[in-house]
Structure formats: structure tokens, C-alpha cells
């Protein structure tokens, strides 16, 4: 278990987020989840994880080409990015690779937890915010030059072994408690799960004041 998830895990008022790098509603969320939670003094555990791994495991795919359901998706992703006061462009390609974000991540989370959720905040800008591929190396190289990191280091960390079995095994550990898609919430243990539940957990948490 990688040592954020360990900690949080062990801590009370906490609220957990899976979430992917590459869902398009996992960015409308993930403001507005840290904003709930500091509204009722709770803690976010910001767990990136493998989708794909999941889609894969449940024989799920996403809506492909320019089918009714895609087009429905592509407006209310960019109808509900408004709602929340985001801005939305499409990165391209999408949906992206996400592995080595999510490698960075946890890499970081191990040392710094708040050097963790900064990468998070900054890769979501860049690639919903602003439409950049966070695949590619060079992005990512960019992104960490700007939070100060050396760059070299972060990306050579994404193939380290160990550093590989963080992401699995988070992914593993969301498989084992009901994750099917992304973003998925816990709070107290209770499941919500999509960008449009955000109001249940609001609901959920004023029960407890």
C-alpha cells in the first residue's frame, strides 16, 4: 500500500476520491470535492488510479466515434466543466494515457503529500484545463519544472518498479471495494460515484453536523 493511502486510511473525517487522470468528470469534480470536504472539516485521499485496468476487468468501454451517447458526453462534460466554474478544451489525443501522471503522483505522494496534490491540481489544468496531452513526456517534464521538481527524476521514476506497483495496487484496492468507473467517492464507506453526486455528499455530510 503506497504510504498516503496507508496514512489516510489510519486517519477519521476522511473522505476517499478515486479518480483518473483522463476522465473528463473526475476534473469537473475534483475542485468541488476538495471544497466539501474543507466545508466539513474532512480530509481528501486523492487516489489516481487505472481505469483502463478496471474497464478491462469489467469488459466496460468507453463510447467510441460519434454515436448519439458520445455526442450527449462531449456536451454535458463541457456543460458541467461551466457549472462548476471550470474552463474545458479537449486534450488530444483523448482519452489519454494517464499511467505515467498517475506514476508521478503516487511518487511524490510517498515523499510529500502536498507536493502530491499540487501535481494533481496542476496536471488537470494542464490537460482538461487547458488541452494538453499528459502523455507525453515533454508535458509532463513541463509541468514538473513549473512546481520546482526536477524533471528528469520524476519522469525516470515512472519506471521504476516499485513505483509501478503503487498505482496497481490502489487500482487493486478500488476493484476490491465496488470501483466500476471514475470519479468514486467514500465517505464513512458509503459509495457515490460520478461528477453529478457531488450534491449526495453534501447531503450525506450536513447529516453529521
Sequence with gaps: MPALSTKRLAMSETIDFYFDFSSSYSYVAHKKIQALAEKFGRTVNWKPIALGAIFKAHGHAPPIGDSAK????????????????????????????????????????????????????????????????????????????????????????????EVKQMLKTVTSEAMEKGVFGAPTYFVDGEMFWGSDRLQQIEQRLSQDK
Design 70 to 161: 458520445s455526442s450527449y458526453i462531449r456536451h454535458d462534460v463541457e456543460r458541467s466543466a461551466a457549472m462548476n466554474g471550470l474552463p474545458y478544451k479537449w486534450p488530444k489525443p483523448f482519452p489519454f494515457n494517464s499511467m505515467s501522471a498517475a506514476r508521478i503522483f503516487w511518487y511524490l505522494a510517498d515523499k510529500d503529500e502536498d507536493q502530491a496534490l499540487k501535481w494533481a491540481l496542476a496536471v488537470f489544468d494542464a490537460s482538461m484545463g487547458q488541452g494538453k496531452d499528459c502523455s507525453n513526456a515533454e508535458v509532463l517534464g513541463e509541468i514538473a519544472e513549473r512546481l520546482g521538481h526536477d524533471s528528469e527524476d520524476l519522469l525516470e521514476a515512472v519506471n521504476r518498479d
